[in-house]
């Protein structure tokens, strides 16, 4: 397989993975991935033999296959299962604002929602359901990510996510661009409108180890909730728990821990416990 059908190969996954359990068109993936019809199908079929891909007898729809799922598995549980690390944090965002808090992870030029807890203020603001995946830019989690990025890379991510702004009428290039700017400047992201009219979201980046950002997490809420005497405790509280969280990947990276909440808290005990030995 040539390189460039190995990229052209992962775009149409990453396309397939924003469709969910309902799947695409064959017209769809050609549409939205630019590539020609025959292009296409070759590659969806040396996928489906592989099991990454499968086709819904009814709807003819392609979607992602179980070989898929498989995979990701695997690679959470050799390295570390960010869900798991960050649920607890993510529940205390939700408890401490009352607000909905979101969990997101960078994939590729995307994010994806891979945890959503709601608080307890009774107007809640669910912009985005858990797997769903936006382009970079969109949300404050979007914001924040790109926000991380190198000039050159984030210049790169907008050029690739143009086309797919489209979908998104309050979010062009020119809006992203200045929350972006915005976020350089203030360490945290704010996303008025960009998303939603009515609501806004705040949210900090999350980094592995090596200081990479690879995830963000934040609040979302409608405008009465978030004016900007509030934006300062939120800020405060996301990244108190983004601290914790980048702690536990640090733990897990480094072999102490697994990735596991509970072996990660039985490492942090029997370190408390050498302490209080001494």
């Known amino acids: ?3 460039q059908t190995l990229e052209r190969a992962i775009g149409l996954i990453r396309i ?3 469709g969910g359990a309902e799947g695409y068109r064959l017209v769809d993936l050609q549409q939205t991935s630019g590539l020609t019809k025959p292009t296409v199908h070759r590659i969806l079929g040396t996928l489906k033999q592989q099991g990454m891909v499968e086709q819904v007898e009814d709807s003819r729809r392609y979607r992602l296959g179980q070989e898929m799922a498989v995979l ?3 690679a959470n549980r050799t390295v570390y299962d960010l869900k798991e690390l960050a649920a607890e944090d993510l529940g205390a965002v939700a408890a401490k604002t009352g607000d909905t808090a ?3 992870i960078r994939s590729g ?3 994806v929602c891979i945890d959503r807890q709601a608080g307890a203020y009774p107007v809640k603001a669910f912009t985005v359901e858990v797997g769903t995946r936006r382009p970079l830019g969109i949300g404050a989690t979007g914001v924040a990510l790109l926000a991380a990025l190198s000039p050159d890379e984030a ?3 907008l050029d690739a996510v143009k086309g797919s702004l489209a979908r998104f009428p309050d979010a062009g290039l020119r809006q992203i661009r200045e929350a972006m700017q ?7 992201a704010l996303s008025d409108g960009l998303m939603l009219k009515g609501v806004r979201g705040i949210a900090v980046v999350i980094r592995d180890g090596a200081g990479r950002p690879i995830a963000g997490i934040g609040t979302a809420a409608i405008n009465d909730r ?3 005497s509030r934006i300062s405790e939120i800020v405060r509280i996301l990244r108190i728990h983004a601290n914790h969280v980048e702690q536990r990947i640090a733990t897990a990276e480094s072999g102490t821990g697994t990735g596991s909440v509970r072996r990660f808290r039985a490492a942090e005990g029997k370190q408390t416990a050498h302490k209080r030995s001494k």
């Open 155 to 157: 210049e790169t991510v």
């Open 109 to 111: 030029t995307e994010t």
């Open 182 to 188: 915005r976020a350089q400047q203030a360490g945290y």
């Open 226 to 228: 978030l004016p900007p």
């Open 1 to 3: 397989m040539s390189t």
């Open 102 to 104: 979101f969990l997101s």
């Open 72 to 74: 990701g598995w695997s």
């Open 16 to 18: 397939l993975a924003a």
